[in-house]
Structures are given as structure tokens and as C-alpha cells.
């Protein structure tokens, strides 16, 4: 007869070990100290072997019936039950060893070791270490669309709307990852397609008038703030390289001899080297910044104590105690600021003011054939732009 619950706790300690058979060859061990566990004898090619599922009351009666059958479908299989349960506990192991944090790490060593841009490094492990901080200590395997849900409702409630989407891809990529490297079987950023708001992107503000402009020059050339600060503004007015770029420029990257500035691939959006001749007054920034830097790694570094870099924010900080509102204009504006006068002016062609801008030709033939830089034309360009920037300046 099987085994009913009362008759199992109701099972005391005798001077030997007894079995209290179930069904299916399923029994109950009662020790001689009255611990009760359940087991399983089996025969596995002729060798006779001995399975325990667990404690009771740990392990119920309903689920030590569980237990058995599976093992017997293992068996079935011509898989021995206790090598299946060897192997799942070992799984079970790594699995805890994979924590989402531990696969962050190797994610973003992989990302340094595929010679991604240091902004984008930067920004997923922002994403991946602060932003998702509450899944670092899940293991990867256990973590659920509601657990990411959760920490992503919590960006997107903040007002971070596109951080929000973004963190989701950057989660995703993780998933996928250790999809990759055997470490789990499925990416649940997937199924929240949809759950968060939709991000409606919005151009950078940008002055784009003289007038403007030379209010905007006076309020910096004028403003109180670090060196460091006041020279990354006037070098993103001067030579309009995207903020990042700017903002990370290193002694290394000047060939002051030639004026020109390289910034190398790793940093570019579109992972190209990009050149920017240095202007007249591009070089008197640089001066002046090797008068308090020149010592440093980078031309603009922060004085803010254990911070090596200006924050990615710091330009627009400045621009907002400026009293330059965040609609009127950011630090990436001056690129629009830049692209919309020079256009107007029309003494330079098109296609120089875009390769100035680093911009890719999205039209692939032309793309492929035009290798010019446009670099003499550049030069003159950037004088020309660096000049005008004086002249709405003193009025």
C-alpha cells in the first residue's frame, strides 16, 4: 500500500534503519536517529544502485513521487539518474557563478578587446552597471522579462525615456552574449517589446544667426568657470567635433608642428579616423590649456578631485549658468550652428563642410569612389570659420 502523510510523520527511530516501501519502488529511510529521506533503488546495466531525492519533511511525499518518476524516464532513456542529477547540480552551480554582474564584466572587457569607442564603453557600462545595478547579483539563468521590466520602468519613470530604450538593447546584448557562450538559453529583453514608451527623438538645439552666435562667443570667452571648462567650449565653438570627442582630446593626438588634430578610430562614431585642421585660434587654446595640462594625458582634463575627464554633461552645465537655455542651444549644436552658416555663407562646397563634419555618404557607390578629403579646402574653412567666430565676438 502507498504511503500516506501520517504515516510518515508518524514514522519513529529504531534500533536499525528501516524502509517504509511506497510505490514504484519508491521508499521512506528512517535512520537510527529518526532522519527521513527518500530513496530509490534501481538497477543500471546490471549494476544495482541507490538514488536519494532529499529529506522529509523538505521534500514532500507528492514531490519525492515526482522525483522518482523522473528518474525513472531517465532511465528509460538509457540515462543513469544519479549521473542526470550530478550534471544538474553542477549546472546549477555554474549557472549561480553566472551572475548577470559576472557576464557584465567579460561583455565589456569583450567590447575593449573589439576596439569599441571609449564613449560607447563608457555609456553601456553606465547602462549595464548603474542603471540595471539590481540584476548584478542574479544568476543570469534565473532572471526573468518582469525582473528587467522592473529596472527598466524605473529609468523610464525617472524621465530617462531614451535611456530606458537603451538599457533594454544594452541588457539584450548581454543576453546574447551568454546565449553565445552557453551560459543561457533565451534573452528575455525580447518579449517587452513594446512595454516601454516610444522615444520621440528631438534634434540638438542650436543657434544658427550671427547675431546669436556673437552673444553666445562673449558669454564664453567671458565666463568664470574651470580652464579646463572654458577651453573645451571655446575648442567645440572652434573646431565643432562632436562633444565626445572634444572633451577627451589627448596631448597625443596633436601635431601642433602641422596644426592638426587626429582624433583616432576607437573614438569616432562612424570608426574612422578623423583630421581637423587647427586653426589660428584653435592653437591659442591649446596653448593656454599646456600651460595648466601639459603635464596631464588629456588637453581638457577635470579639476574635480578623483575624476580624470570633464562629465559628457559638463559643456551644457556651463551653457545653462551661461543662461543659454537647453531649447536654444547645446554643446552638439555647434556642429548645426556650424554646418548652418558655413552652408549659407557659400564660399565653401558642400562636401567639404560634410567631411569637416565627419559625416558618412550614405550613398555607397559615391562613398566608395570619392576619396578625397577636401583638405586644403578644409583648412581654409576652418580659419575662415575660427575668424568669423572673432568678428561676431568683438561686434
Not at 206 to 224: H, N, P, V
Request: proline share 4%; hydrophobic share 40%; aromatic share 8%.
Amino acid at each position: 500500500m502507498p504511503l500516506t502523510d501520517i504515516q510518515i510523520r508518524n514514522a519513529k527511530a529504531a534500533s536499525k534503519p528501516r524502509k517504509l516501501a511506497d510505490s514504484e519502488g519508491l521508499y521512506l529511510y528512517v535512520s537510527t536517529t529518526g532522519s527521513k529521506s527518500w530513496r530509490l533503488d534501481y538497477s543500471y546495466f546490471g549494476r544495482r544502485k541507490t538514488l536519494t531525492f532529499g529529506t522529509y519533511p523538505t521534500l514532500s511525499l507528492g514531490e519525492a513521487r515526482d522525483r522518482m518518476r523522473e528518474a525513472k524516464r531517465h532511465l528509460s532513456e538509457g540515462i543513469d539518474p544519479s549521473l542526470a542529477k550530478k550534471r544538474q547540480q553542477l549546472a546549477a552551480k555554474a549557472a549561480a557563478g553566472d551572475t548577470f554582474g559576472a557576464i557584465v564584466d567579460e561583455f565589456i572587457d569583450k567590447l575593449r578587446r573589439d576596439k569599441r569607442a571609449e564613449p560607447t564603453i563608457v555609456k553601456n557600462e553606465w547602462m549595464l552597471k548603474s542603471l540595471s545595478k539590481k540584476l548584478t547579483p542574479y544568476p543570469i539563468t534565473q532572471i526573468t522579462a518582469r525582473d528587467v521590466l522592473d529596472v527598466l520602468s524605473r529609468v523610464e519613470k525617472s524621465g530617462r525615456v531614451e535611456s530606458a530604450l537603451a538599457t533594454r538593447a544594452a541588457i539584450g546584448r548581454v543576453f546574447r552574449y551568454a546565449i553565445a557562450t552557453a551560459r543561457a538559453e533565451a534573452d528575455p529583453t525580447s518579449a517587452l517589446r513594446g512595454a516601454l514608451q516610444r522615444h520621440v527623438p528631438t534634434s540638438h538645439a542650436a543657434l544658427t544667426s550671427r547675431e546669436d552666435m556673437g552673444g553666445l562667443m562673449r558669454a564664453i570667452y567671458s565666463y568664470k568657470g574651470w580652464p579646463s571648462l572654458v577651453g573645451v567650449l571655446k575648442m567645440q565653438a572652434i573646431c565643432f567635433a562632436r562633444p565626445g570627442e572634444t572633451r577627451t582630446m589627448e596631448w597625443a593626438e596633436l601635431d601642433l608642428d602641422k596644426a592638426v588634430w587626429t582624433i583616432p578610430a576607437a573614438k569616432t562614431k562612424m570608426r574612422r579616423e578623423h583630421q581637423v585642421p587647427l586653426s589660428h585660434q584653435a592653437m591659442a587654446v591649446i596653448e593656454d590649456m599646456k600651460v595648466y595640462f601639459g603635464d596631464k594625458p588629456h588637453v581638457f582634463p577635470s579639476m574635480m578631485s578623483g575624476k580624470k575627464l570633464l562629465s559628457e554633461n559638463s559643456m551644457n552645465s556651463a551653457l545653462r549658468r551661461m543662461g543659454v537655455g537647453s531649447a536654444e542651444h547645446t554643446a552638439h549644436g555647434f556642429r548645426s550652428t556650424a554646418s548652418t552658416i558655413l552652408n549659407e555663407a557659400g564660399e565653401f562646397s558642400a562636401d567639404a563642410i560634410e567631411a569637416q563634419l565627419a559625416h558618412l555618404d550614405t550613398r555607397a557607390v559615391r562613398r566608395i569612389y570619392n576619396r578625397s578629403t577636401y583638405w586644403e579646402e578644409r583648412v581654409r574653412m576652418m580659419q575662415w570659420w575660427a575668424d568669423l567666430l572673432d568678428e561676431v565676438r568683438l561686434g
